[in-house]
């Protein structure tokens, strides 16, 4: 890499961690704590909720709906780590065991 | 009681030790492969600590994409988290100088563990959420590192491996639903991001979704708010 090059990229990565950093604390400086509006804290009460939904349908964006194999290794999978946790109710086996199972999925069943 | 702390918050992060290493092994082999080593994979696990924002980070590297466009593309992929920030200003409120911190770790997964605000009851609320995020990123640089070490060298199919963080995000709505006394809001979650991903396409939903659960969490607040009794403290006998 070329020392322009380097340089560039520390940029590019400095650029990229600030406005996460400010994204992140930006409402805890925005609302400080002991005057939070109360809309502010129905939605901290709420969203948490609405927030996991919206992460599960955003890990699906990636799936193919619409041709084959129609999102179907997701939502098989989707389907048996739910059970598997109902059953047992330990995160660890859920994810390990759903993980696995998707990659038999995806590498042997829907090829 | 500390020492109990540091082992619920352990514990507490197991599930995320696993998604994570396996997520920044999948980060660290394709930086190396566009040429950036070690300590690129620790400085930038180290200082944006972002899973999907570190993905995509690879391309703008590998491409030389502008600042312009990298401030606007991270503005895009990381808006989310504004969101996160406003569901944790009343749990972190007396967290003092650990704020700074846990404002500053709060990525998809240390969200999802730490968004219900239970804690053991004999725990130090403060600092097991600090413990909790602090061993998530521990887990998430050593990923990055060892991936863009050994991923390369390591003959190991490991497609479908990234399902990791939906079978997390999964188990934590399964949790939730199962301790909520309303479903409306994860069926709002669940089904505007859905109707936005269909309608504006995989590159430019997210920001229109955050509007429409906005709005329809406010259009069913009366309904929420006057069917549940006001809050009381939130302590996990489970653990």
């Known amino acids: 890499m070329s020392r322009e090059q380097i340089i560039h990229s520390v940029l590019i990565v400095a650029v990229s961690a600030v406005i996460t950093a400010l994204l992140r604390g930006l409402p805890f400086v925005i609302f400080s704590a002991n005057k939070t509006p109360k809309f502010v804290l129905f939605l901290g009460k709420y969203l948490p909720f609405a927030v996991i939904g919206m992460l599960v349908v955003y890990c699906l964006k990636d799936a193919s709906f619409t041709a084959m194999p129609f999102a179907l290794p997701e939502l098989i999978a989707i389907a048996a780590v739910a059970l598997i946790h109902l059953w047992k109710r330990n995160t660890l086996l859920s994810v390990a065991g759903g993980t696995v199972f998707y990659m038999l999925l995806v590498q042997f069943v829907f090829k | ?239």
């Not at chain 2, 092994?25 to 394709?30: D, Y």
């Not at chain 2, 050593?142 to 060298?153: A, K, L, P, Q, S």
């Not at chain 2, 859905?194 to 659960?213: D, R, T, Y």
Request: hydrophobic share 50%.
């Open chain 2, 1 to 239: 009681m500390k020492k109990k702390t540091v082992r619920a918050a352990f514990i507490k992060s197991l599930p995320v030790c696993a998604g994570y290493v396996v997520l920044g092994i999948g980060f660290g082999v394709p930086l190396a492969k566009v040429g950036y080593g070690l300590l690129w994979a620790f400085a930038m696990s180290l200082t944006m600590y972002a899973g999907s924002m570190q993905y995509v980070a690879v391309n703008l590297l590998a491409g030389g994409a502008s600042l312009i466009t990298t401030a606007i593309t991270t503005l895009l992929v990381q808006a989310r988290h504004l969101f996160y920030g406003i569901s944790m200003i009343d749990k972190y409120k007396d967290a003092g100088w650990k704020k700074l911190y846990l404002a500053f770790s709060l990525t998809d997964e240390t969200y999802s563990l730490l968004c219900d605000g239970k804690y053991p009851e004999y725990a130090d609320k403060h600092l097991y959420c600090f413990l909790v995020s602090l061993f998530n990123q521990c887990y998430w640089i050593f990923g990055c590192v060892i991936g863009n070490i050994i991923g390369t060298n390591v003959p190991f199919n490991s497609k479908g491996i990234e399902f990791a963080m939906t079978a997390l995000f999964v188990t934590v709505f399964v949790e939730q639903w199962k301790s909520a006394k309303q479903h409306l809001p994860a069926i709002i979650g669940v089904a505007s991001t859905a109707v936005c991903l269909v309608i504006f396409g995989k590159e430019n939903f997210l920001i229109p979704s955050m509007a429409v659960v906005t709005v329809l969490l406010f259009a069913v607040r009366k309904k929420l708010e006057s069917s549940e009794p006001p809050a009381q403290t939130e302590v996990d006998e489970n653990e």
